[in-house]
Nanobody
Framework: VQLVESGGGLVQPGGSLRLSCAVS????????MRWYRQAPGKERELVAT????????YYADSVKGRFTISRDNAKNTVYLQMNSLKPEDTAVYYC?????WGQGTQVTVSS
């Protein structure tokens, strides 16, 4: 099982980033997928969840209206589009399924 995140980086407040998580080693379309994040000195928190068919989605209140989770089951990839980024969004972002975690990708929002 492999989950590999990409797309993180440094962005100014108000900017956008799109994270991707490429999955291999299991039947991607059978599993719900989640994005978590962990800021320095804080616990890991759930950011967004998408069901296996993509027909039900959950967002944390802190990102609702700014972030969009989506998936492409043909490409075994889940995405997190992040708009209107704030400094408090700075964290390592992790892709997750019931079978494991990715290694994380750093997102830094700073001027």
């Amino acid at each position: 099982v492999q989950l590999v995140e990409s797309g993180g980086g440094l962005v100014q407040p108000g900017g956008s980033l799109r994270l991707s998580c490429a999955v291999s080693g299991f039947t991607f379309s059978s599993y719900h997928m989640r994005w978590y994040r962990q800021a320095p000195g804080k616990e890991r928190e759930l950011v967004a969840t998408i069901t296996n068919a993509g027909n039900s989605i959950y967002y944390a209140d802190s990102v609702k209206g700014r972030f969009t989770i989506s998936r492409d089951n043909a490409k075994n990839t889940v995405y997190l589009q992040m708009n209107s980024l704030k400094p408090e969004d700075t964290a390592v972002y992790y892709c997750n399924s019931a079978l494991g975690w990715g290694q994380g990708t750093q997102v830094t929002v700073s001027s």
